[in-house]
Structure formats: structure tokens, C-alpha cells
């Protein structure tokens, strides 16, 4: 029965993350018709708030995993970041989207090497071949999810030194005055690739 649902569903949500994404003025309420499981119990992801006149969350990004913080990275290893997204709204957010092997597809980056350059990117030769899963969940206020991000599968990090780390994530919850959902942004921290 789930497995259903995500196929019927699939198409929509794929067209509203990229609606976001291509940051089109019209933040669309989440339908509370569509019904879909989480845990085994129907689930109806929050309605948005557009036109608040503040962020509806925080990003507090630090280096490693969730159990290990480290800012240290061989070349050719596995580049892990922690991103802490915080609710600090009286109401929950919806925090769905789509999970690719880099991690949640809603966050964008910015990496710079010493010299203050755009790391170089990896170019895949299939990126359509990329199948990314849906997920549903929603943050209560005053609560935080923590997201773990592989850097190493966007960025080559495939010469030694230091790089600066931020990243991104649109709040359909606020729109700037152009009606476009603002651009919240985390915190700036720096990650060392050793030889």
C-alpha cells in the first residue's frame, strides 16, 4: 500500500521541490488531501505559513557525524558534515524533500578552498541515473533535526588543504519582497584534507 502511494505521489512532490528550488514566487500550501504513511500511521505533512515576516528555523552546521566530530579528512575519504535545522516557530515545519547519497537534496552548498575559490565540483556521467528517495517529516516547534551531509559526493576534495563550509536551505515559510522563499543560511566552519 505504501509503496503505492509513494509511486502516485512521486511526480508531485518531484514538481514542488522543484518549484522551490527554481525559486518561482508561488510557495504552494501542502495539500492536507494527500494522504501518505510515516511509521506505519497516516501521516499529513503541516500546512506552510508563507508571508511570515521571519525565518521559521535556524541552520547550525559542525564538522563530522552526529557521534563523531571531527574537522579532519583524509583525501579520498568520506567528507561528513552535521547540519542542525531548528524549528523556532510556535507551529511544526515541514521538513520532507528527497535523499540522494549526498543527503537531504534541500540543502545547497558553499565550499572554498584557502584561496577563497568554489571547490571543484564532481561531474557525474549519468546524473539522471541518480534515483533519490522521498521522505515525510515535519519539525514541532522548539524542536531540531539533525541532517548528515557526504560533501565528498558533490566536491572532488582531492588536493590537501583548508576549506570553508556553508549551507543553504529555502524557507517556504518566508517570503522575501520579491515573494520568493528567503535563503536561510548556516553558520561558516573549516574542514582540513590531509594527504
Excluded at 71 to 84: A, I, L, Q, Y
Excluded at 148 to 158: I, T
Excluded at 168 to 175: I, S
Aim: hydrophobic letters at 30%.
Amino acid at each position: 500500500m505504501t509503496k503505492r502511494i509513494v509511486r502516485r505521489l512521486a511526480p508531485t512532490i518531484l514538481l514542488t521541490a522543484l518549484t522551490l528550488a527554481a525559486g518561482f514566487p508561488q510557495c504552494q500550501e501542502v495539500s492536507p488531501s494527500i494522504p501518505h504513511e510515516r511509521n506505519g500511521k497516516p501521516y499529513v505533512a503541516p500546512i506552510l505559513h508563507p508571508g511570515a515576516t521571519k525565518p521559521s528555523f535556524t541552520l547550525a552546521l559542525s564538522p563530522g557525524t552526529r557521534s563523531k566530530s571531527t574537522s579532519e579528512f583524509s583525501v579520498g575519504s568520506k567528507v561528513r558534515v552535521t547540519v542542525k535545522m531548528t524549528n523556532i516557530t510556535d507551529h511544526a515545519i515541514d521538513h520532507s524533500g528527497y535523499y540522494s547519497d549526498a543527503g537531504d537534496m534541500a540543502y545547497s552548498y558553499d565550499v572554498r578552498d584557502e584561496d577563497g575559490q568554489p571547490a571543484a565540483k564532481i561531474v557525474y556521467e549519468h546524473p539522471e541515473r541518480v534515483m533519490p528517495s522521498p521522505f515525510w517529516s515535519d519539525i514541532p516547534p522548539g524542536e531540531s533535526d539533525l541532517d548528515q551531509l557526504r560533501l565528498n559526493m558533490v566536491y572532488k576534495f582531492d588536493r590537501p588543504g583548508k576549506y570553508t563550509v556553508q549551507v543553504f536551505r529555502h524557507d517556504p515559510d518566508c517570503l522575501d519582497e520579491n515573494g520568493k522563499p528567503v535563503v536561510v543560511k548556516s553558520n561558516t566552519i573549516t574542514i582540513t584534507i590531509t594527504g
